[in-house]
């Protein structure tokens, strides 16, 4: 499992760790901000998006053996959340690009071409892969609300599959292409669910009830029979001013 982690002062790197959460081990450490969006299907390589080249984000592949950055021959750095088709020859991202409200584009690693996908007038990003590279599933705004589309991955309007006031956040199929696991927030609280392709059924996974807790990020393990994901606390502190007392002068 491929994870974020941001050191004491440090930058976001990116770890490794075994599906049981042993043998964490940093792979791509700073100074530059790293982000590990993808595995390539060879499972030796990782699409990172980093500012490593000057500051400017851009898409590399990194070879986890060798640690060693290839940057891919398309100019990403005003993308969003890319991610990698399953045959490692697309990337799907959204971006403002072209507009003032964001859209999902598609760049194609092979033509080293561009286009835009979507033309909303909301809100489509986010986009996710179905396992046979045929379908892309969004989140689309409408109002304060964010629903779940699905639309061919060759571009088209989406059609929306949730229908529930609230925020379903997409971000990964089953392997078998019939479920779309997503961090769904229902009656306040926040937690994972997964959305029927066909059927539209839907099915809350974790029994989160805090208001102080939010999930991420559900990725479904590739025999489909786990999923991991992000699950952090809000926490704060309350401190008491003195209001009635001057600051101390400097020296």
Known sequence: IAFGWIPPGGSNDVWLMDPDGGRQRPVIE???????????????????????????????????????FRKLPVDLSDAISIRLSPDGKRIAYH??????????WMAD??????????????????????????????????????????????????ELLTEKRGLSWAFSYSPDGRRIAFAGYRDDTWNLWWIDRGTREERRLTGNTRLDVYIRYPSWSPKGDRIVYEQAETRGQVFLLDGGRPAPSSP
């Open 109 to 158: 690693l092979t033509t080293r071409t561009q286009h835009k996908l979507t033309f909303d007038r909301e809100f489509v990003g986010y986009p996710c892969w179905s396992p046979d590279g045929r379908e892309l599933a969004l989140e689309v705004r409408r109002g304060d609300d964010i629903f779940i589309g699905v639309m061919p991955s060759a571009g088209g309007t989406p």
């Open 30 to 68: 700073g100074p530059a901000v790293a982000y590990g969006n993808d595995f390539y299907p060879d499972g030796k390589r990782i699409l990172t998006f980093s500012d490593r080249d000057g500051g400017k984000f851009n898409a590399y592949e990194f070879e986890i053996a060798t640690r060693t």
């Open 95 to 104: 971006s403002k690009r072209d507009s003032i409200t964001i859209n999902t």
